[in-house]
């Protein structure tokens, strides 16, 4: 909205640059957040909005998982020989608000009363067949095929009682723990192939990049190459503070990271 007003360095265009036809897909108003502006300049060469999903499958109002997993279906099917693809799929489903359970399902929370809780529960099962689908015909594929799923933010719950009802269950929470959590969200790597394994993997947002390019066995620019020496000593950076490889955590101050701030702003506005 504020940052990007010309091309810029990234994943996305680092992919095209290494031949790989790249689509963005989000089935919403292509004015929210002027994606339509910003896609082409973070290196999109197709993209599909609300108005590309006519007579979809609704769930909770929105375009559903399954018919966008189903329109990447179809992309890769209709792919020419021996194209390379990277689609960027940004989900709408499980968006908020709670009040009303329309999901088909009836999940509920335990240890704690909230049916906002239990509407995105029932909403995340939905979401869970849905992937279990596309990851069931991509295991079918010969084509080597990597999928990166992961939560951009938590679902936010406006009765405050369910967060009090949660923390009081576990002993020893400090308020930088509180906050710390507050802003946790899974990812899994999933490939149709044989990609080393690891669990309990701690990172932050920005790694994201530099953790699938690596996984994929892909050659990696010389600022993602940057991020992957930093990851090692500092695995999270966000707008809450940074923790190191030990586990430590610290509050943000002027003189954090200068080096990672002079790169940053070189990739956005001079690069």
Same mark, same amino acid.
């Given at each position: ?44 060469? *197709?993209?599909?909005?609300? =108005?590309?999903? &006519?007579?979809? /499958?609704?769930?909770?109002?929105? #375009? +559903? ?29 499980? *968006?908020?608000?709670?009040? =009303?359970?329309? &999901?088909?399902? /009836?999940?509920?929370?335990?240890? #704690? +009363? ?158």
């Amino acid at each position: 909205m504020q940052l990007l007003r010309q091309p810029v360095p990234s994943l996305v265009s680092d992919l095209k640059q290494a031949g790989y036809t790249t689509y963005s897909m989000h089935p919403e108003l292509a004015t929210n957040w002027n994606r339509y502006k910003i896609y082409p300049y973070l290196g999109f060469d *197709h993209s599909l909005w609300l =108005e590309d999903f &006519s007579n979809a /499958d609704m769930v909770h109002g929105r #375009v +559903s998982d399954r018919t966008t997993y189903d329109r990447l279906e179809e992309i890769y099917e209709n792919r020419q020989e021996n194209e390379k693809l990277f689609l960027f799929d940004l989900t709408m489903q499980n *968006h908020g608000g709670y009040n =009303e359970n329309d &999901s088909g399902h /009836d999940i509920r929370a335990v240890n #704690v +009363s909230s049916s906002e809780a239990d509407t995105y529960l029932s909403l995340m099962k939905e979401s869970d067949e849905a992937l279990k689908e596309l990851i069931t015909y991509f295991s079918g594929q010969d084509e080597k095929v990597l999928i990166c799923l992961y939560g951009d933010h938590q679902p936010k719950f406006y009765d405050d009682d369910f967060y009090n009802g949660i923390y009081q269950q576990t002993e020893g929470l400090t308020q930088t723990d509180i906050l710390w959590n507050q802003y946790k969200t899974p990812f899994i790597i999933w490939a149709n192939y044989d990609i080393p394994e690891e669990d309990n993997l701690n990172i932050s947002m920005n790694y994201l990049g530099v953790l699938l390019l690596k996984t994929a066995g892909l050659e990696q620019s010389a600022y993602f190459h940057y991020l992957e020496e930093l990851m090692k000593e500092y695995p999270v950076i966000n707008a809450n503070g940074y923790m190191d490889r030990d586990g430590n955590f610290y509050e943000w101050e002027t003189t954090s990271f200068p080096e990672y701030r002079i790169l940053q702003y070189y990739m956005l506005k001079d690069a």
